[in-house]
């Protein structure tokens, strides 16, 4: 299983970014595809999730109403839309899947792990 994370990038105050993460290599039709990330001196910490059976989403409570997470099957993408970027959302940014068909939140649910996107917001 292969996840690929990219659209990082810098950005000012109050800016967009939308991150794609494409997966590959799995064989089952019950996942979730979590972002999660992690900022400096900080841990990483999960920002948003999909499940793959219901469609069903997960946002933290930091990111609500800013943030949309969303999928294309045909593509094998998952994206990551950030509006109203805020300084503090500055970090590494990773997607992973976990295997199963309860959508779950902890990071030591997901099995595979793309490489990660770092988002800078920054005036």
């Known amino acids: 299983v292969q996840l690929q994370a990219s659209g990082g990038g810098l950005v000012q105050p109050g800016g967009s970014l939308r991150l794609s993460c494409v997966a590959s290599?799995?064989?089952?039709?019950?996942?979730?595809i979590g972002w999660f990330r992690q900022a400096p001196g900080k841990e990483r910490e999960v920002v948003s999730c999909?499940?793959?059976?219901?469609?069903?989403?997960y946002y933290a409570e930091s990111v609500k109403g800013r943030f949309t997470i969303s999928r294309d099957n045909a593509k094998n993408t998952v994206y990551l839309q950030m509006d109203s970027l805020k300084p503090e959302d500055t970090a590494v940014y990773y997607c992973?899947?976990?295997?199963?068909?309860?959508?779950?939140?902890?990071?030591?649910?997901?099995?595979?792990w793309g490489q990660g996107t770092l988002v800078t917001v920054s005036s």
């Open positions: 992973a899947i976990a295997t199963g068909a309860i959508m779950t939140i902890l990071e030591v649910g997901y099995d595979y």
């Open positions: 999909i499940s793959s059976s219901t469609g069903g989403t």
């Open positions: 290599g799995y064989t089952t039709d019950y996942y979730t």
